[in-house]
């Protein structure tokens, strides 16, 4: 299994911060934020990762993270992503080469989480495996519509008026397929290839399954939400914060 990690983008909704440095880069509490996903991957045990990036930044990822060695990364790779509303799945497209026609897992570069996913990654045989939290706020997300029976029968792209409390994490787990559908996907509204889109194409072929993430998790996307994030990595590492 290898992994991805999309950090692209030029993070306007966190103008004034990131007009210095791409958002992966930006502080939660004592690291750059892009460790966390690093982090995360490494204790599921994968260790080949390719860093997605774009905008005018992308260079900085290369002295912060230079060639993973000190991270315990056995092979780090880097791509650019030229469009920086491509969206996702387009963001995604970029990582075939680096998938060598084997599975990947895909996190976005906001996402924390102190969530142990190292039995779904072991488990994992095709397919696709999202990742859901519940949330506050689930019209920021793609939201899952759930049957009488708890089966998801679609996701939906930020909705209005959200079926559920909760959301599709930044967080996948994909077969080799995923690039061929990728390919077959068409802009939505917003001129991105939603990775919802790409989601619910898995559903239809009957190939998505889910997994609740347990303990913490939030994106970093916001000033709200990155305020939310470093309060509570501080906190689980002892900060006194009063």
Do not use: C
Not at 218 to 231: K, M, V, W, Y
């Amino acid at each position: 299994m290898k992994g991805v990690i999309l950090a692209g983008g030029l993070g306007t909704r966190l103008y004034p911060l990131t007009h210095a440095t791409n958002k992966h880069l930006l502080p939660v509490y004592d690291q750059p934020m892009i460790y966390y996903p690093i982090q995360l991957l490494l204790s599921a045990g994968i260790e080949e990762i390719l860093v997605v990036t774009g905008g005018p930044h992308a260079g900085d990822f290369i002295r912060v993270l230079n060639n993973g060695k000190s991270f315990g990364i056995k092979h780090l790779e880097y791509t650019y992503q030229e469009k920086s509303d491509g969206g996702i799945s387009d963001a995604l497209a970029l990582a075939e080469d680096f998938a060598d026609n084997g599975p990947i897992t895909v996190i976005l570069g906001d996402n924390t989480t102190d969530a142990d996913i190292s039995k779904e990654i072991k488990g994992f045989k095709d397919g696709a495996l999202i990742f859901l939290k519940e949330v506050t706020d689930p019209q920021r997300f793609g939201v899952p519509v759930f049957s009488k029976d708890g089966k998801i029968e679609k996701i939906e792209e930020k909705p209005k008026d959200p079926k559920s409390n909760y959301a599709v994490t930044g967080l996948y787990v994909y077969d080799n397929n995923v690039f061929d559908y990728i390919k077959t996907l068409k802009p939505s509204e917003r001129g991105q290839l939603e990775v919802t889109d790409l989601n619910n194409l898995y559903l239809e072929k009957g190939k998505l399954k889910w997994s609740l993430l347990k303990g913490f998790w939030s994106d970093a996307g916001t000033a709200e939400s990155l305020f939310r994030t470093n309060l509570y990595w501080a906190r689980k590492k002892g900060a006194d914060i009063t």
